[in-house]
């Protein structure tokens, strides 16, 4: 009787690792996929305003009044990140 218990017990506790190993195995290939599609740029609305609010801070203000927005440490958008670059490629912000 006590051999039968250890293998019923052995086996359910086997049994529980494999189920987890494997679902552990499909969450992580889920998310391996979901990155890979993610774009490589934002978009939606809330990339949207941060983007039509940084280029209208840059034309009225210019490059000071841009560091400064950007540069605050709670912006309304701050999910999205804008990088500001002149017509060479350089970084408008430093």
Same mark, same amino acid.
């Given at each position: ?9 052995? +086996?359910?506790?086997l +049994?529980?690792?494999? +189920?987890?190993? +494997? ?16 774009? #490589?740029l934002? #978009? ?6 941060a983007?039509?609010?940084?280029a209208a ?5 210019g490059v000071s #009044? *841009? ?6 440490? #709670? ?5 999205? =990140? =804008?990088?500001? =670059?002149d017509?060479d490629?350089?970084?408008? *912000?430093?």
């Open positions: 009787m006590g051999r039968l218990f250890w293998k019923f017990f052995l +086996a359910f506790w +049994a529980l690792l494999l +189920a987890g190993a +494997a679902v552990g195995s499909l969450v992580w290939l889920h998310q391996q996929r979901v990155a890979r599609d993610e774009p #490589a934002a #978009a939606g609305p809330r990339a949207a305003l983007l039509q609010a940084a801070t840059l034309r009225h203000g #009044a *841009l560091r400064a927005l950007l540069g605050d440490a #709670a912006p309304p958008w701050s999910a999205a =990140v =804008v990088y500001a =670059v017509r490629g350089r970084d408008l *912000l430093g």
